[in-house]
């Protein structure tokens, strides 16, 4: 069966890469096929779970000459139709974003429009939603244009802020509630959506 040829773009540790990966396995992934994971980084603990997996990588680190032109390139040679960013820790240009428009899926640690945009990820997301005491927080997908988490809303999960939580419990609760949840479906809806149109 013919597949939507996905990349998936990481920088640290790869949860969200494992949940598409274990996604993939379990049939629910079933539209797309991960055939690239490139990392902003050399030591991303990511590229091991890709290579366990036996997926081709690739790294290409912000600073380098050129290092759009260079991603652009390896995509094109590995035939990607889509892009999945997975906890990747660089901002695209609007160069970039525009080339890929309603191609590249991003998951945000909260209820966008609450706690995102520039300066928002990681342990700061879960750290001003408490800081602000909200009791309900949890993740979005979107696709990416040239306005950091400011794209098209695909997804989103609520989860609930418990009393004494810190933000590595809270960080941990909308991982498992809601990102890894999120992020494989939306990745097949997606996937589905382009095999159509290329059908």
């Not at 260079?70 to 960013?85: C, H, S």
């Amino acid at each position: 069966m013919k597949k939507t040829a996905i990349a998936v773009f990481v920088s640290g540790g790869g949860t969200n890469l494992q949940a598409l990966i274990d996604a993939a396995a379990a049939g629910q992934l079933e539209s797309g096929e991960i055939k690239l994971v490139l990392a902003s980084n050399s030591s991303a603990y990511a590229l091991q779970r890709a290579a366990r997996a036996n997926i081709p990588t690739a790294v290409v680190t912000p600073k380098e000459p050129d290092a759009e032109a260079k991603i652009q390139k390896l995509l094109e040679d590995a035939g990607i139709q889509m892009i999945v960013l997975a906890g990747y820790m660089s901002i695209l240009s609007a160069d970039f974003t525009a080339r890929w428009e309603n191609r590249i899926l991003n998951v945000h640690p909260s209820l966008i429009p609450a706690f995102c945009g520039k300066g928002f990820y990681g342990l700061r997301v879960h750290e001003a939603a408490l800081a602000r005491g909200v009791k309900v927080t949890g993740a979005t997908v979107h696709f990416v244009n040239e306005i950091p988490d400011g794209g098209e809303i695909l997804l989103q999960k609520a989860v609930e802020v418990l009393p004494g939580d810190t933000p590595e419990t809270l960080q941990k609760r909308v991982m498992e509630q809601a990102e890894w949840k999120l992020l494989p479906a939306a990745a097949e809806l997606v996937a589905k959506k382009l095999l159509n149109e290329d059908n």
